[in-house]
Nanobody
Framework: QVQLVESGGGLVQTGGSLRLSCAAS????????MSWFRQAPGKEREFVAAIRWNGGYIYYAESVKDRFTISGDNAKRTVYLQMNSLKPEDTAVYYCAAKSGAFRHLDVAEEYDYWGQGTQVTVSS
């Protein structure tokens, strides 16, 4: 089993920044890809960004490209999501997710084996 714990959410004004963290523990050697998803009220869970643990591969949803940056600290088994130029439409619960296997089907939530509990991000206008 792998446990994922997110932190760093909060309330921020439009144009502000937040940094989310996701710490992985347990059988982390079985995980090859770490991603962030988000879910706004009344909407489906949406892919945000993904990173491969061994580096070299990063992928973003178009809606956050150029504003969000995903990074990882392999030694700490922690993934970060730096969010800049935040907009009200970024308001959602943000989830960390992990999966084994290839760096593909990244935006398919069913592909992921482990999920964190989520952290709320609220952007006020």
């Amino acid at each position: 089993q792998v446990q994922l714990v997110e932190s760093g959410g909060g309330l921020v004004q439009t144009g502000g920044s937040l940094r989310l963290s996701c710490a992985a523990s347990g059988r982390t050697f079985s995980v090859s890809v770490m991603s962030w998803f988000r879910q706004a009220p009344g909407k489906e869970r949406e892919f945000v960004a993904a990173i491969r643990w061994n580096g070299g591969y990063i992928y973003y949803a178009e809606s956050v490209k150029d504003r969000f940056t995903i990074s990882g600290d392999n030694a700490k088994r922690t993934v970060y999501l730096q969010m800049n130029s935040l907009k009200p439409e970024d308001t959602a619960v943000y989830y960390c997710a992990a999966k084994s296997g290839a760096f593909r089907h990244l935006d398919v939530a069913e592909e992921y084996d482990y999920w964190g509990q989520g952290t709320q991000v609220t952007v006020s206008s």
